[in-house]
């Protein structure tokens, strides 16, 4: 299960980057819309998906037996 958790961890928080990453930048190229989407959603998706992971990496912690 802790891998499970430290998998999703680190899945989350590429996808958390990578999203914020394309908000920011499309946000300096002066577009207000991706798609159907407004940057905005997409910074909150990416802030979504980095708080995801590092909740599955704090239970992973709590998860280790010491």
Known sequence: MSNL???IGRLAG???VA???ASVGARIL???F????????LLQA???SMV???LAYAAAVA???R
């Open 5 to 7: 958790l430290i998998f």
């Open 30 to 32: 002066g577009v207000f």
């Open 63 to 65: 998860e280790q037996r």
């Open 46 to 48: 990416s802030i979504a």
């Open 52 to 54: 995801l992971g590092t």
């Open 14 to 16: 590429m996808l958390g």
């Open 34 to 41: 991706v798609g159907t989407l407004q940057v905005g959603t």
């Open 19 to 21: 999203l914020g990453a």
